[in-house]
């Protein structure tokens, strides 16, 4: 990353006043330690951009397969202030058993980010692209979504709920609304490794459209964090007939591994 040259300076300076005026020491000290952080701060700006790549068994989301249970490469950039407001862009390659016709998905959200109480309220909205896809198919749709996350005392857990609403929802379904709420418990066992979980529910206006009644899924698993990477393998379910779902919604254990830049 850049750094102007007054750290370089003001570092030189202060080593000259630690040699020949011992008094001032911890002065010198204060001062070289004060040009540090300005340096950083005028380095990094009021923006961030991160982000992240992963390799996963499957792309799960909301209890189903959504690469047909075939491994899925993930990927995603963001840009944020630190205002709160923060652009994302996440693909996904997919396969719904639909002739080949989608085989990628594009995320673009925007979302605002600021402290509510003893934790953080998101709220944003997020546009799902699948090119390639046949329009008859009315793939493409978009959300708008709030979540709020909080960390308990001693960061015994973490605990979030979340609820997206869509007007038009995937395959032109009507309305739909999703609520789930989350889990991250940080285990004594090594450091950086949680239980995690999630329950949600998935209601849809047209369930003959979208192809399955409104559902309940949830998941259980480990996560392993060891910077820069993160290790997710859980059990997911729902309460879907296998037959219903094409076998896309049954029991089954996915992981996950992720990048983070």
Request: with cysteine; net charge negative; proline share 4%.
């Amino acid at each position: 990353m850049y750094r102007k040259n007054s750290f370089l300076t003001a570092a030189a300076f202060s080593a000259l006043l630690l040699c020949t005026h011992p008094l001032y020491a911890e002065e010198a000290a204060a001062a070289e330690d004060a040009a540090q952080e300005s340096d950083d701060a005028e380095s990094t700006g009021p923006w961030t951009l991160s982000g992240s790549a992963t390799l996963a068994s499957e792309y799960m989301t909301r209890g189903f397969s959504d690469s047909d249970s075939k491994p899925a490469l993930q990927g995603s950039v963001a840009l944020e202030h630190e205002s709160g407001w923060a652009a994302e862009i996440w693909a996904s390659n997919v396969d719904y058993n639909d002739s080949w016709e989608a085989k990628v998905e594009v995320d673009f959200y925007l979302t605002y980010t600021f402290g509510l109480g003893p934790g953080d309220m998101t709220l944003g909205g997020g546009y799902y692209w699948y090119p390639g896809a046949r329009r008859a198919f009315d793939y493409d749709h978009y959300e708008f979504f709030a979540s709020y996350e909080s960390t308990l005392p001693d960061d015994v857990a973490t605990l979030g709920a979340e609820i997206y609403y869509s007007p038009d929802f995937f395959a032109d379904s009507g309305t739909g609304v999703y609520v789930t709420a989350t889990a991250d418990v940080p285990l004594p066992v090594a450091d950086g490794l949680s239980l995690v979980g999630h329950v949600g529910h998935q209601w849809v206006e047209e369930n003959d459209r979208f192809g399955v009644p409104d559902y309940l899924d949830y998941s259980l698993g480990f996560a392993y964090s060891f910077e820069p990477f993160t290790v997710d393998v859980r059990f997911y379910d729902t309460n879907v007939s296998e037959k219903r779902c094409d076998n896309l919604c049954d029991a089954r254990v996915a992981g996950s591994i992720t990048w983070e830049w």
